[in-house]
């Protein structure tokens, strides 16, 4: 029984160590991409405008897109935590 409660242990801890790697440490550009598409469709991007914010955590990240009248925030987070497409929403 101790085996089977630290072999779930560990593979917790090493699926939290791939989503932490995932979420903080690779590429962000799609993800920007994908968020600044979805900022997008709630403004108007003809009008100029920035990326002010990345906040990346475990879970996902989170980007703000300030126009000049307005600011968008964008969070990206995979579908089951580690795993599954990853979703933009504009909260």
Known sequence: MDRLISSVVVLL???FVCMAYDNVYRDINP???R???VACAT???TQPHK???IERNVLGQTL???WD???VNVQCR???FAIGARKCTAI
């Open 35 to 37: 968020a600044e598409r």
């Open 69 to 71: 009248a307005a600011i």
């Open 51 to 53: 990326l002010t914010q």
């Open 13 to 15: 801890f090493l699926g």
């Open 64 to 66: 703000t897109f300030r």
């Open 31 to 33: 993800i920007r991409a």
């Open 43 to 45: 403004r108007d991007c």
């Open 78 to 80: 995979r579908s089951w």
